[in-house]
């Protein structure tokens, strides 16, 4: 079995810091690791790759139009389940305006940190519910540079390959080739 873990996590224990970890259970690879150090268990959540991008999914464009008087693109996205409160859809407007309906894209769902990975006292910037030229922004369409990816330029939206990402899927920790 590869090694789920790729040497990216660290004990979180002071006495022992131990960097080999296997899966609690083998059936599940992406479950809880066990550090085989000390036998501290790490549970999913705290990854630093799934601490790094809570509150980014990858998301598809239902739809894309420009507003008017601004350089901006309203796009109404999918990101999660049908039957969720908001019906499984949010309104964003981006300045990307090369952002096409039926394409994969990454999004900063309000409460996520950006550039991924930094904290409020570090520069990070909450994403937050905005008004834009009238219309409600719930989220942003990412950048390499908000995903802390290297490569792929600023203001350029993310975009994903369908048949490699799922809609609802936690965003890749590196810029796919």
């Not at 996590?9 to 599940?28: A, I, K, N, S």
């Not at 690791?33 to 630093?48: H, I, Q």
């Not at 600023?154 to 809609?167: H, N, P, Q, R, Y």
Request: proline share 8%; aromatic share 6%.
């Amino acid at each position: 079995m590869p090694d789920f873990y790729d040497d990216r996590l660290t004990c979180p224990l002071p006495e022992c810091g131990g960097t080999e970890f296997e899966p609690e259970d083998t059936e599940v690879p992406e479950g809880p690791a066990l550090c085989l150090s000390c036998g501290e268990t790490l549970v999913p959540e705290e990854f630093p790759w799934v601490k790094k991008y809570q509150n980014f999914v990858v998301a598809a464009v239902e739809a894309a139009e420009p507003v008017k008087k601004l350089n901006k693109l309203k796009v109404r996205i999918t990101e999660g389940e049908e039957g969720e409160d908001n019906g499984g859809f949010l309104n964003i407007v981006t300045n990307d305006l090369k952002v096409k309906a039926g394409e994969l894209v990454v999004i900063a769902r309000i409460g996520a940190v950006v550039p991924a990975g930094k904290s409020l006292d570090d520069g990070g910037i909450e994403v937050k519910k905005a008004s834009v030229g009238g219309f409600p922004s719930e989220g942003m369409v990412c950048d390499a540079p908000m995903l802390d990816w290297v490569g792929g330029g600023k203001g350029a939206a993310v975009k994903l390959d369908a048949e490699k990402f799922s809609i609802g899927s936690r965003p890749p920790d590196k810029k796919p080739r």
